[in-house]
């Protein structure tokens, strides 16, 4: 079965700069799909990112992008220009690319704090 | 269509009552799912629809809980006899089973859940 580890239940960054959260995931499987989702406190979670593991190169999304190490199964998000709003709960996320369902697996997330 | 729809939003229940959750997914997808949430933790898979048809349900969905997706649109989740340890976010998803022009065929949309209270 497929594991999803978040190590870092809180983080927290200065306005304007630069976080990484971190993400790795156990799987026997060689080709899938990562994900990053945002939930801000009360509201509805998002997509922020979404990797596909047959891609080498790292996904990016305007000040959002990934370290994607599939040797290493590890899978960061990389916050740039750190804004308040980007204050929420990020959930890494795995979905197999084969079977009938396509669950997401999730980790159990990572507070991101932002201080002004 | 503005996204996937959870009613109510909010439901505050005694032990051993029966609750119902509705779900209304994005209309052109045909893939629903549902996740619990408790406090502290990440979504965790429940159950699967594609159309009208249960494909796929979580050890984590006891013989308490039935969900059904009668016309392949909207869905429901019941949990009769309800414990204090069904508190919890249940969060609805839905997703296209082949690609949609801009979107890709395996990214999941979720609702604003439904946050259970089991007093």
């Known amino acids: 079965a497929q594991t999803v580890t978040q190590s870092q239940p809180e983080m927290s960054v200065q306005e304007a700069e630069t976080v990484t959260l971190s993400c790795t995931y156990d799987?026997?499987?060689?080709?899938?799909?990562l994900f990053w989702y945002k939930q801000p406190p009360s509201r509805q979670m998002i997509l922020v990112i979404r990797?596909?593991?047959?891609?080498?190169q790292n996904a990016t999304e305007n000040r959002f992008s990934v370290n994607f190490q599939k040797a290493a199964k590890s899978f960061s998000l990389k916050i740039s220009d750190s804004q308040l709003g980007d204050a929420a709960m990020y959930f890494c996320?795995?979905?197999?690319?084969?079977?009938?369902?396509?669950?997401?697996?999730f980790g159990k997330g990572t507070k991101l704090s932002v201080k002004p | 269509d503005t996204g996937v729809s959870q009613n109510p939003r909010h439901k505050i229940t005694k032990r051993g009552q029966n609750v119902t959750f509705r779900c209304d997914p994005i209309?052109?997808?045909?893939?629903l799912y549902w996740y619990r949430q408790t406090l502290g933790q990440g979504p965790e898979f429940l159950t699967y629809?594609?159309?009208?048809?249960?494909?796929?349900k979580s050890r984590l969905l006891s013989d308490r809980f039935s969900a059904e997706r009668p016309k392949g649109s909207f869905s429901t989740l019941e949990i009769q006899r309800t414990e204090q340890g069904d508190s919890a976010m249940y969060l609805c998803?839905?997703?296209?089973?082949?690609?949609?022009?801009?979107?890709?065929?395996?990214?999941?949309?979720f609702g604003p859940g439904t946050r259970l209270t089991v007093t």
């Open positions: 998803a839905s997703s296209p089973s082949r690609p949609v022009p801009g979107l890709p065929s395996y990214e999941q949309y």
């Open positions: 799987t026997s499987e060689s080709d899938y799909y």
């Open positions: 209309s052109e997808h045909n893939r």
């Open positions: 629809f594609q159309n009208e048809a249960q494909l796929e």
């Open positions: 996320a795995y979905r197999s690319v084969g079977g009938s369902q396509g669950n997401l697996i």
């Open positions: 990797q596909e593991a047959y891609k080498q």
